[in-house]
């Protein structure tokens, strides 16, 4: 290699780590500010800027009261984001979703009614009380970012988003989720309740000067807008991936196939999400490379909802989370 090989190869490499650290000092912004509004979640935080990282969407678990509304609204909030919710019902419709065609009598020509999926952040409230039929109807929503309206596909906004929750409790009255549909779910995230400082600090923060048990937003600006989002986006792909850390993530998703743990192994848009994902938790770190520490970090949220366990391990009473790392175990990682 010549000395003006050496140069390029060197000037490159700066430029990259200066790229990664722009976009590290952003994130932390990002990060900070759903911190200060969301308390004693900051594990579930990360995992929701790193799904925004990838362009990737978020199935929510927790039981009720526990923030999942006020974290989208944040979210939106530090780009200036349009936010939009829907309360997932037994009756609810396909086009109460997407949208649909009417003809307005007065000017005598049809016109397009856009639903509430023409948003940066949707939020999926309780998906899993909607039939199969109107759960199918955020399929070509989630994986094609579009809606198809009288034969024309009309484009999202950018960046789109869907954050969908379900209750683990409640099964009465609920539909399961499609396999098809789970696996369009980059993370699925679990929300657990706060540490009893953190509960005592929010408890104290609403109950100041706020006439009911709604946790208010501050007034502070967006500091980021959708353009620099999807830059931010674009930072993550270019984080780089040796081929070594890529075939781990590999192993590790083909391990829940050849398990008798496991009833069903997750398929092949696991190892994508996985890879995705790793690239967004190194970059969350500071770096402009992924080890394979960041693989194995996030196989938990990208394989849990991809799985299913067999029914000995149900009945012996065994977690999905606890049959992943195991598996992720067995796994030799590679070393750098």
Not at 22 to 40: A, P
Request: overall charge negative.
């Amino acid at each position: 290699m010549t000395d003006s090989e050496d140069t390029v190869g060197v000037t490159s490499l700066t430029k990259h780590n200066e790229a990664t650290h722009q976009s590290l000092e952003t994130i932390q912004k990002i990060r900070h500010y759903m911190n200060s509004q969301v308390i004693g979640q900051e594990a579930v935080i990360d995992q929701i800027i790193m799904a925004l990282l990838c362009n990737g969407h978020v199935l929510l678990e927790g039981v009720p009261g526990l923030g999942k509304t006020l974290l989208v609204r944040t979210l939106a909030k530090c780009f200036g984001g349009d936010f939009k919710r829907i309360q997932f019902t037994p009756d609810l419709m396909p086009t109460d979703i997407t949208g649909h065609v009417l003809f307005d009598m007065k000017e005598s020509r049809f016109k397009i009614r856009r639903g509430p999926v023409f948003t940066h952040l949707l939020l999926a409230d309780e998906i899993n009380r909607a039939p199969a039929k109107t759960q199918a109807a955020l399929l070509e929503v989630m994986q094609e970012r579009q809606v198809t309206l009288e034969g024309s596909a009309k484009p999202l906004p950018k960046p789109f988003m869907v954050l969908a929750t379900q209750n683990p409790i409640e099964q009465e009255g609920t539909y399961p989720l499609p396999e098809a549909q789970l696996d369009r779910f980059l993370l699925k995230i679990l929300l657990d309740y706060p540490t009893e400082s953190a509960e005592m600090a929010l408890t104290q923060k609403v109950t100041g000067n706020i006439t009911d048990d709604t946790l208010a937003l501050d007034t502070q600006a967006a500091f980021l807008t959708p353009n620099e989002v999807e830059a931010l986006q674009v930072s993550t792909t270019h984080i780089v991936l040796d081929e070594q850390v890529s075939e781990y993530a590999v192993k590790i998703v083909r391990a829940t196939r050849d398990n008798t743990y496991f009833l069903r192994g997750a398929g092949t848009r696991a190892c994508l999400a996985l890879v995705r994902a790793a690239r967004a938790h190194a970059l969350m770190r500071g770096s402009s490379f992924v080890l394979p520490d960041d693989v194995k970090t996030m196989a938990l949220p990208v394989l849990r909802h991809r799985v299913a366990l067999s029914a000995e391990m149900e009945i012996d009473g065994f977690t999905i989370d606890t049959i992943i790392q195991k598996t992720i175990e067995t796994v030799d990682a590679p070393r750098l």
